[in-house]
């Protein structure tokens, strides 16, 4: 490539090298996109995952931090200094102070909000693995349903040759008075509302790929593949509840209750005192009247909290931190019940689309197929009615483009059953 260039002109040189690289970005942009394909673009560093993970940081930070003593506070300055006359040495008790207090929290304070803020932060990690999994299906929600618009619009583009042909057909037969011009014109009908039909498909195909494009970028405007994932069969649906369990919203839930009872225990904690310990130094200068320095001093001092009147600041504490742990735990147990019914309806709702498909796919697709062509071969031979030839097709269309549904619906419900059983990829 490179020899091929240094023999033309610069300009020609780089007109050729963009025209490749325009064409390979082409190519790639025509490449089908898979399932498993668009999974991984949408997990990979998701912006609401990263968040809630650099939230779980944080929290774990705040809680080293929590936990370490408060800094100490150095004291400086000057005691009993005259004004009205005299210095530094004038006064027997003038001194320059150096002091330093430390305060030592409540006995467990400390240890109970690391603790608080660990839970805090377990709690905003297993809504990360929570959103991870909404994430990856909600990807393959939009996938499907791309996926399901692009195969409408090939089955109806496939379509359409054979219903031009009707009215080939029929405007043949209506030339030599065979049919009637009511028979042209509804051949003609039905091919409009074809197109018409393949607009909305496009429409509806556009739409999803939106939707798609909000979790893996313009990669969702390539094609799909055009193959469904092997979803066929399911655990139990006592397998789906154990696995329930251990979804990240019931184990986030569990940490929010973990945090609550931490918060309690503070509450409590607040009924013992803090302590403080000051220690200082004093410095004099002068002397005494025999002549001797005077002597620097040294004193330590320890205070202590007195919560005496605790009604409204402790009691109330403590009350709103237990009301605070009976909605956490209230609440796990309805987000528990929604989840446990919302499994259960699926799981129906998959059994039944199920069945369906396999309705479909055994009986009625080749029911369908053959009334078509019964219908046809009946208007060729003048023994049936044109209407009936336009309803045998119009309903084999449907019956197909159902079928297909059927089998997205499926593949949907799949992934949500997924999501709430922990179903690995």
Known sequence: MFSFCGRLPEISCVLIMGALFAYNAEAQHRVPLTLAEAEDLAMADEPGLLALRARADAYEDQAVAAGQLPDPVLRVGIANFPIESGGFSTEGMTQAQLGIRQVFPRARSRALQTE?????????????????????????????????????????????????????????????????????????????????????????????????????????????????????????????????????????????????????????????????????????????????????????????????????????????ALHERRVARESKASLRAGLQSELGSEYARWTELTKRVSLYEQQILGQSAGQAKAALLAYQSDTGDFSDVMRGYIDDLNTRLEHIRLKVERARSYAELANLGGLPR
């Open 116 to 320: 608080r803020l660990r839970s805090m932060a377990s709690e905003q990690s297993e809504h990360a693995a929570a959103r991870s999994r909404d994430v990856l299906a909600t990807a393959r929600q939009s996938w499907l349903e791309t996926y399901y618009w692009q195969s409408a619009e090939q089955i109806v583009s496939e379509s359409r040759p054979f219903f031009d042909d009707l009215v080939t057909i029929t405007r043949s037969m209506y030339s030599v008075g065979r049919k009637t011009q009511h028979d042209v014109l509804r051949a003609e009908l039905e091919l409009s509302r074809l197109d018409d039909r393949l607009i909305a498909a496009q429409r509806q195909r556009a739409a999803g790929q939106a939707a798609l494009s909000r979790w893996i970028g313009d990669d969702a405007y390539r094609p799909v593949a055009m193959k469904l994932p092997g979803w066929g069969n399911l655990p139990s649906l006592q397998v789906l509840r154990s696995g329930l369990e251990e979804h990240p919203l019931l184990a986030a839930a569990d940490a929010g209750i973990e945090a609550q009872q931490s918060a309690v225990d503070l509450a409590n904690e607040s009924y013992k005192p803090d302590w403080t310990l000051d220690f200082g130094y004093g410095y004099r200068d002068g002397a005494l009247p025999n002549g001797e320095p005077r002597s620097d001093f040294v004193s330590l001092t320890v205070s202590v909290d007195l919560p005496f009147f605790s009604e409204n600041r402790q009691d109330r504490k403590l009350a709103a």
